[in-house]
C-alpha cells in the first residue's frame, strides 16, 4: 500500500507503535499512578488529586464495586460531567474488570433507557443533578447498585457551600426517590475495607462501551478493548510528546470525559505521561473556563470550533497570557480556516485539528502540532495506521480523487455491542467505514469533503457544506453557520445556510454577495435564514440534522 505520509512524518514520530507492550490498558496507567505518585493529576474548582491519590481512591471504589456482587464483565454506566470522581469511578471500575459504559448526563429519559437496556447495565455512578431522570426508567433496567456524586462532594470544606448553591440557591437538583442509593464518598469509605483481586482481563477483552451519538440511527455501543485503547494512547502520546516535551505539562479539559475525545486524550493519554488535566465542568461558561486558563495557563488546549470560536470571540479572552501555550487541539467536527487563522493571530500558537471515530478509539489521523501542519485538512495517520480513499464498490482511488475515507489500524474497535450486521457493514475485511468523503493529497495529507448523508447535489454537482460552511464564516459579521440541502424543483436540491450574526447590521445580500465572491454558482446559497443560536450536542458541534429535521 502506498503511504506517502510516512516520507513526510515530523522528526521524531515514529511509523509504528507497539500496542502489545502492555496487556491491559490498566497496567498503562498503573505504572503512570507510580512514576508520578506526588504529582497533581486531575484539578476541579480548585482541588486537586495526585497521582497516587488517583491511585488509591480508585482501588477503594473498584473494591466497593466487587463488594456489591459485581463480576468481571458486568458493565458499569457512568454518567457526569468533568468532576474529580469521574477518574476514579473510571479507574476504579476498570481495575475490577468491570465494562465502562460512558454515558451523556443530559440524556432525557428515553435515550438513558435504550443504551442502559442494551448495555445490561447492572450499576451506575450519576451525579445527582440527573438522578430524578433515572428514577423514571430505573425499573426497566438491571441496574441494582445506584452510587449518586455531588458536585461539591470532593472539594473539603467548600464543597458543603457549593452543595448548598447547587441545591438550595440555584436548584439544579431535581427531587428524587431511589431507594438504596449511596453516595460516592460512603462507597469510598466502604471500599477501603476490601482489597482488589488481581485483573485478568487480556488485550482482546472488552473495558469500554462507547456508544456512537444515535446520528445515524439507533446507537450503539462500540466495543473498546485495552489493546484499542492502548495503541490509541500511544499513538496519541508519539503525535504530542516531541511538542509537549516530558512532564510538567497542563492540559485545559473543557470537553466532557464522556465524550471519547477528551476521554481518550485527555483524561487517559495526557494522564499517562503525568500531565494535569484542568477539568471544566460546564464549557459553556466562558467566563469560568477563562478564569481557569489565566490561573492555570495551559500549555495544551482539546476542544471543538465552535468553543474556540465563542473563546475568540469573547471579550476577556485576547488578554489572557498565552506564553506558555505549545498547541490547541480540534476534534469533533471540522476546524474552520476562519477560525483556525484567527486563532493562530490572537494566541501566537496554531490550531491543529485531528480527525477520529468512536469506532477508532477514537484518534485516526492528526496535523502535525508544528510549523508543517496544513489548514483545511485532517493530516495524516497516526503511526500503525493506514487510511485509503475508495469509490462506492470499495476499489481504492488514487490521489486527488474524493471516495469514502476508509482506516485500519489497532485502535479500531472490535464491533458493535449485539449487532453484528451493523458490525459487518462498517468493517469490510478489516477496513473501517467511516462514511466520510475526502481525498488524498500527495505528500500524505488527508482532507474531508463531508459526511456522505450531508452531501448537496445541485444539478447533478456534488456540493459539501463544509466547505460553503467555511466560506461564510470567513464574514467578519458571522458568529456561527450551518449549512443543508433543500428541495427544489429546478436543480434538484439548493444550498441553504443558517446563520448566527456577529454583527446586528449583517443581511442576506452581503451573506450572498460574499459567497458569490468565494463559490462557484452552483455552490452559492439560495436562501439564507438568521437564527439566535444553532442545535449543538453537549459537546458543541452543530447539528445539521436537527436543522433539516425541522422541515
Not at 5 to 23: T, V
Not at 335 to 355: I, N
Not at 480 to 489: H, K, Q, S, T, Y
Amino acid at each position: 500500500m502506498d503511504k506517502p505520509w510516512l516520507q513526510n512524518y515530523p522528526a521524531g514520530l515514529p511509523a509504528n507503535i507497539e500496542p502489545d507492550q502492555y496487556p491491559r490498558l490498566m497496567d498503562m496507567v498503573e505504572e503512570s499512578f507510580k512514576k508520578y505518585a506526588d504529582s497533581p493529576a486531575y484539578v476541579s474548582m480548585g482541588k486537586t488529586l495526585t497521582f497516587g491519590e488517583v491511585d488509591k481512591l480508585s482501588a477503594q471504589f473498584g473494591a466497593y464495586l466487587l463488594s456489591r456482587g459485581l463480576e468481571a464483565g458486568d458493565r458499569v454506566a457512568i454518567m457526569m460531567p468533568n468532576l474529580l470522581q469521574y477518574p476514579i469511578a473510571l479507574m476504579g471500575a476498570l481495575r475490577a474488570g468491570l465494562i465502562v459504559v460512558n454515558t451523556n448526563p443530559l440524556y432525557t429519559p428515553r435515550e438513558m433507557r435504550h443504551q442502559f437496556v442494551d448495555s445490561g447495565a447492572k450499576a451506575i455512578i450519576i451525579a445527582e443533578n440527573f438522578a430524578a431522570n433515572l428514577q423514571q426508567i430505573l425499573s426497566e433496567t438491571q441496574i441494582n447498585t445506584v452510587i449518586v456524586a455531588s458536585i461539591g462532594e470532593m472539594l473539603g470544606l467548600k464543597g458543603h457551600i457549593v452543595n448548598f448553591v447547587v441545591r438550595t440557591i440555584k436548584k439544579m437538583v431535581p427531587a428524587y426517590a431511589i431507594p438504596n442509593t449511596v453516595t460516592f464518598k460512603t462507597a469510598l469509605q466502604q471500599g477501603a475495607k476490601f482489597t482488589l483481586p488481581p485483573l485478568t482481563t487480556g488485550p482482546d477483552d472488552t473495558i469500554i462501551l462507547q456508544y456512537t451519538g444515535g446520528t445515524t440511527g439507533v446507537s450503539k455501543g462500540a466495543m473498546l478493548t485495552n489493546r484499542n485503547l492502548v495503541a490509541n494512547m500511544m499513538q496519541i502520546r508519539a503525535i504530542m510528546m516531541p511538542i509537549l516535551g516530558g512532564g510538567n505539562n497542563t492540559v485545559l479539559c473543557p470537553l466532557p470525559m464522556y465524550h471519547i475525545f477528551a476521554f481518550t486524550v485527555n483524561c487517559l493519554a495526557i494522564m499517562s505521561v503525568g500531565g494535569l488535566n484542568v477539568l471544566i465542568v460546564n464549557a459553556r461558561d466562558l467566563p469560568a473556563l477563562i478564569k481557569e486558563w489565566r490561573k492555570y495557563k495551559p500549555t495544551l488546549v482539546t476542544g471543538v470550533n465552535t468553543l474556540f470560536n465563542a473563546l475568540l470571540n469573547h471579550s476577556d479572552f485576547a488578554s489572557l497570557d498565552f506564553s506558555d501555550l505549545k498547541a490547541a487541539v480540534g476534534g469533533g467536527m471540522a476546524v474552520q480556516r476562519a477560525v483556525a487563522e484567527r486563532w493562530q493571530q490572537v494566541t501566537g500558537c496554531q490550531l491543529t485539528e485531528g480527525y477520529g471515530m468512536t469506532e477508532a478509539s477514537p484518534v485516526i489521523s492528526c496535523n502535525p502540532l508544528d510549523a508543517s501542519m496544513r489548514i483545511g485538512t485532517i493530516g495524516m495517520p497516526a503511526p500503525s495506521t493506514d487510511v485509503r480513499i475508495v469509490d462506492d464498490a470499495g476499489n481504492a482511488l488514487p490521489q486527488g480523487q474524493v471516495g469514502e475515507i476508509q482506516a485500519r489500524g489497532p485502535q479500531v474497535m472490535k464491533g458493535y455491542w449485539q449487532r453484528p450486521d451493523a458490525t459487518e457493514e462498517v468493517i469490510k475485511d478489516g477496513w473501517l467505514c467511516t462514511g466520510d468523503m475526502g481525498l488524498m493529497h500527495p505528500e500524505g495529507f488527508f482532507q474531508i469533503v463531508d459526511r456522505k448523508k450531508d452531501m448537496i447535489l445541485v444539478s447533478g454537482f456534488n456540493v459539501y457544506p463544509n466547505e460553503i460552511e467555511d466560506v461564510v464564516a470567513m464574514h467578519p459579521k458571522v458568529l456561527e453557520v450551518a449549512a443543508l440541502g433543500i428541495p427544489d424543483e429546478k436543480s434538484g436540491e439548493v444550498v441553504k445556510v443558517f446563520v448566527v450574526k456577529k454583527d446586528a447590521s449583517l443581511n442576506e445580500a452581503e451573506i450572498i454577495e460574499h459567497c458569490r465572491a468565494n463559490l462557484t454558482g452552483y455552490k452559492v446559497p439560495k436562501q439564507v435564514e438568521f437564527r439566535t443560536e444553532l442545535p449543538k450536542t453537549n459537546v458543541g458541534k452543530i447539528l445539521r440534522r436537527a436543522l433539516r429535521e425541522e422541515k
